[in-house]
Every structure is written in structure tokens, then in C-alpha cells.
């Protein structure tokens, strides 16, 4: 019998049963295209943009998969599962601490990057965050000489004497301040545009360790595309010579294939390693409604290890601060 002979009062069963499969298949449809894009590391236009949000998306993908099964829409239940599950196995690690973080005997380094939003983020919190933290060296990026002055007269100098400073007006500036003096010092400008201030620290009892304020130039448009993943690809790879430590604003998540290809050169990102991968550093903090991302980093070589991350926002800037407990390798 078909729907068009059966009774009257079974027509509008079969067709909400016609329609509720139909939504199924088509809620599926994005979501596994979602997946591959991110799997095999398709980074074009705004695609780029929107695959910071995977970690949004992953969740999404319970609704059809639990509603599928409700439904007892087993065929589409079984897909909706996979999906699921490959979203999960790629971001849920991220709220896991890894078995392996790396060296945890050597000599602790804290470390902090802050974005200052061109350069207005409230100096204050800053030196606080530092001097309450005891922090080793600090990365700041979009790095102003407004937001130098500011830092100055916080007394951010008398906490770390030393530094290599790049301040520039708008987005470009960076810099190193460190509590330890540095055997070699200088900044770059990548293609994008932007300064990434570099050193080579002089870590008592644990000899010398690279690091450096990254900030690559902002997937915005999408003729900046190819300049964002030029400037990740420029990136110093971990293995050989010294230790690195590489901090700042990545503008890419753990779902960009660039920032996951220079972490396969032997960095863990530190966050990651703790399982506090999932918290946000840049978005609504200044008040736009963008639910929140995470594109400030701290990378760690394989040489050394991660004890712990935090999190705090700046008052005046669109990013939080990132903290890492680091563990150096000893002289």
C-alpha cells in the first residue's frame, strides 16, 4: 500500500516519518563534510576561519547521532555514530592529559604570552600576572610603543631586566622580556608583515633555550590565506640544535593542518598536554560575540616538559593570557 491509499489519518505519519529521515541525511551531510575537510587539512578562504570552531561542531554532532537513534534510524544512526566518534577522536584528547608530557626532572621556566591589542591591554594585569606567577619570560605580541611605556611604568622591567623589543604602531610590534639575559638576541618580520622578537635564553643550571613571540599574519580575508599558512610554514621546527619554546598569538587552532604540521616536527602544545586544550584564549573578551577559540599557544620540544597551563584574561584585550609550567632540560 502507498501512502496515497493508506487511510487518512496514517498520510501524515508516513510523511513526518519521510521528513524527519530526509532532516537526518541532510544534518549529516554537513558535519561529514566537516570532517574530511578537517582531517586531510583543506585550509582555503574562509573555510579557514571556520575551522576554529571544530570543537563546536563536534559537540553539534551528538544531537543527530542521539536523535537517530530515538528514531531508530539505524542506517542513519550508524553514520551519524561515526561522525561522532571521528570528531571526538579528533579534539576530545585535548581535555585529556597526555601520558607522556615530556622531561619532569631539569629546571622549571615559566613562560607567558600576552596579545595587548595594539597595545592597550592593561599593563597592570600584566605585570601582576607576571610578578604573582613569577615568571620567567614573557611574549607579547601586537606589541606597541604606547604598550611598552605602559609596561615600563607598571614596572615590568624591574621583574625582567632583559629584553628584545620590536614595538611598532598597530598590530605588527613584539617582543621578549626575560628575567635571565640572553647569549643572542634579535627580531624577524615574516611575511606576513609581523615582528617576531627571538632569543636564546641563559637558563641557570640549564644552559641556553630558544624562544621566541610568534605572530603570524591573520587568516582575515581570504587573500591573507596563503600569507597565514606561509608565515606557520617559516615556523623554526623543533628538532635539532637547541630547545625551543615557541609562544604567542598562532591565529590557528589544532584543526589548522599548519599548526598541526609544525607540532609533528617535535613540539607538544602545552595546553594540550594537561588537557586544558578546549580553553578559549581569543573572542568575546572584549566584548564581540564570538564564542571563543583557542589561537594562543605555547610549543614546547619534545626536550621539554609541561607541567601545567593557565588561562586569565587581560582587562583591554581581545586575548587571555597563557601561563605554562615548563621543565627545561638540566646543564
Known sequence: MTITDAPPAARPVGRRR????????????PAAIWLVAR?????????VQLLAFTPYVAIGTLIPALGALIARRWIAAAVAVLIAVGFATATVPRVLADGDKGPSTGVELRVMTSNMLFGGADAGEIVALVRDNRIDVLAVQEFT???????????LEQLLPFNQLAPEWGASGSGLYSRYDFAEQASRR????FQQAHAVVQVPGAGTVYVESV?????ASRDMVPGWAADLGD???A?????????????ATLDHRPLRDLIDTGY???????????IGTWGPYDGDPIPPVTIDHVLADDRIGVKDVQVHSVKDSDHRAVIAWLVVPAA
Open 235 to 237: 615556523l623554526v621546527p
Open 268 to 278: 607538544r602544545d602545552a595546553a594540550d598536554a594537561v588537557g586544558k586544550g578546549w
Open 239 to 251: 628538532a635539532g640544535g637547541l630547545p625551543k619554546i615557541l609562544m604567542g598569538d598562532f591565529n
Open 145 to 155: 610603543e604606547r604598550g611598552q611605556q605602559a609596561l615600563k611604568a607598571a614596572g
Open 215 to 219: 605572530h603570524p599574519l591573520a587568516p
Open 18 to 29: 519521510i521528513v524527519w529521515t530526509v532532516l537526518f541525511w541532510l544534518s549529516l551531510v
Open 190 to 193: 615574516n611575511d606576513g608583515g
Open 39 to 47: 582531517t586531510f587539512g583543506w585550509d582555503a578562504g574562509f573555510w
